[in-house]
């Protein structure tokens, strides 16, 4: 079992930096991913990022590569989302999310991933 907090959310203008924060306790199996997806109003959950906790390989979106940057502090077992440049279609509840992985591949499907966080809201304002 892994519980995840996530924090940081917010309401920020068009431009904006926000970091979202999301705490793991339980398992943490140096294998082991963690993921950012996020849900807007009406659409299905889609992946963000993701990082595994041994040697931070790491896989991005499309939509947000080169303005958000995902970390992992391994001492603290918590997982970062640094966004940057926010913009109004970044708004969503974004999800942090725990994989159990044995090969190589950095997940990006929801199903893939076994534990989930309650969601901090992110809202852009333009």
């Known amino acids: 079992q892994v519980q995840l907090v996530e924090s940081g959310g917010g309401l920020v203008q068009a431009g904006a930096s926000l970091r979202l924060s999301c705490a793991a306790s339980?398992?943490?199996?140096?294998?082991?991913?963690m993921g950012w997806f996020r849900q807007a109003p009406g659409k299905e959950r889609d992946f963000v990022a993701a990082i595994r906790w041994s040697g931070g390989f790491t896989n991005y979106a499309d939509s947000v590569k080169g303005r958000f940057t995902i970390s992992r502090d391994n001492a603290k077992n918590t997982v970062y989302l640094e966004m940057n440049s926010l913009k109004p279609e970044d708004t969503a509840v974004y999800y942090c999310?725990?994989?159990?992985?044995?090969?190589?591949?950095?997940?990006?499907?929801?199903?893939?991933?076994?534990?989930w966080g309650q969601g901090t809201q992110v809202t852009v304002s333009s």
């Open positions: 999310a725990s994989a159990r992985t044995t090969g190589w591949r950095i997940p990006a499907a929801t199903y893939e991933y076994d534990w």
């Open positions: 339980g398992r943490t199996v140096s294998w082991d991913v």
